[in-house]
């Protein structure tokens, strides 16, 4: 492993009952800083002496909350934008599609199985968030990089957080309160008590967006599935805020694990806990973001519907960035099937499998060439 020392003192050998002790000096803050200081140093020690992208030139993505009003806004902006816009899905295909932002929900429903519990759930996520980045950026005038939503603050109150708050700056607050009796998360082995929310957005930007895909396989109860994969559903985007989900995995012990405990041993161990251990109870950071959120996001095919979810996501690729940066030994290596849980049996995945995205505007790639964020070719970008 390449791990250096780390500004808060011996953190590599305190134990995972431990980490949660670590939050007045911020476990995330000292992974970050670490992270970013064997990447220069990385670059310092390379024989190449020009690089097109380097650590200190590349794009930064940011916490949500450290963003100024203005950014928040221009963000905001882009993905209303996305909305407005005319999709370019073949409507032969995706019936339902009806706008710029269906194209991504409409991706990842068709290929939701064959990337997700799979060896190419890390890095087909990082190219599809960098396609949204892409599409805000090219398409819709957005002048920034992808914020991410720090799941490591306002576990016990999402309402809280700026993320969910509702205000103009926020990326919608909780549905309205229905009455439903949870949700069912982990491939439906883990029971989810209700939210305060449950219905259609009511508050901040995204109040009354219109969705027009899916629910694929809805996991609220009460939700009904469409009728028909990719036919067209025009509804309200719901949300059920739950501190459940948040409080119980979004913590620094799940964050220490997996970035310098046991579940980081290796690429396997770290995206399979990750991802979660749902025969054992274990919902994993990946899945509890999207059960945090609740409502359409908790949908493993249409969760993209809540855009949100490339918040979300662009954490999930943080957090796998801090890792390969901690591990920069194993930082191009990859791990798991060609089937969603090795079901059914399937061969391994290969750095040489190729990533398609079909209307998105982006060119198909293999998987090797997106497991570093500064390669230059398609990615130059690191996080703050």
Not at 125 to 141: D, I
């Amino acid at each position: 492993m390449y791990i250096h020392s780390i500004s808060a003192a011996a953190l590599a050998l305190v134990s995972l009952t431990q980490a949660a002790a670590l939050q007045a000096r911020d476990l995330l803050q000292d992974l970050q800083d670490q992270a970013l200081q064997n990447l220069q140093d990385a670059e310092s020690n390379s024989a190449v002496t020009k690089r097109s992208c380097s650590v200190f030139n590349a794009e930064v993505r940011r916490d949500w909350a450290w963003m100024s009003s203005k950014e928040r806004k221009a963000y905001i902006k882009a993905v209303q934008c996305l909305f407005a816009s005319p999709s370019k899905s073949d409507p032969a295909k995706v019936p339902g599609a009806r706008n710029r932002f269906d194209d991504f929900v409409a991706q990842h429903i068709d290929q939701a199985i064959s990337i997700h519990g799979t060896g190419n759930f890390l890095s087909w996520h990082r190219y599809f968030v960098f396609g949204y980045e892409k599409a805000l950026r090219e398409e819709c005038g957005y002048m920034g990089s992808q914020p991410y939503w720090n799941w490591f603050t306002h576990q016990d109150n999402l309402r809280a957080s700026p993320v969910f708050d509702g205000s103009d700056t926020s990326m919608g607050g909780d549905g309205a309160f229905v009455p439903h009796n949870g949700s069912v998360g982990g491939a439906g082995l883990i029971p989810l008590p209700s939210g305060e929310g449950g219905g259609c957005i009511e508050s901040g930007p995204f109040k009354g967006v219109q969705l027009n895909l899916g629910p694929v396989s809805p996991t609220m109860a009460g939700e009904v599935k469409v009728n028909s994969t990719f036919a067209y559903n025009p509804r309200c985007l719901k949300r059920d805020l739950t501190t459940f989900a948040s409080s119980n995995w979004l913590t620094l012990e799940n964050l220490y694990n997996v970035t310098l405990g046991a579940a980081s041993a290796n690429i396997a161990t770290f995206q399979n806990e990750l991802q979660g251990r749902f025969a054992q109870g274990f919902l994993g950071m990946h899945a509890a973001g999207h059960f945090a959120i609740g409502g359409d996001a908790g949908d493993l095919f249409s969760s993209p519907n809540d855009p949100v979810f490339f918040l979300h996501h662009a954490m999930v690729d943080r957090v796998w960035w801090i890792w390969q940066a901690l591990h920069l030994d194993q930082a191009k290596t990859i791990a798991g099937t060609i089937t969603i849980d090795n079901n059914p049996p399937s061969r391994n995945a290969s750095l040489d499998d190729i990533i398609h995205t079909d209307s998105l505007n982006l060119d198909d790639r293999k998987i090797g060439d997106l497991l570093g964020t500064l390669d230059g070719t398609p990615f130059c970008y690191t996080y703050l």
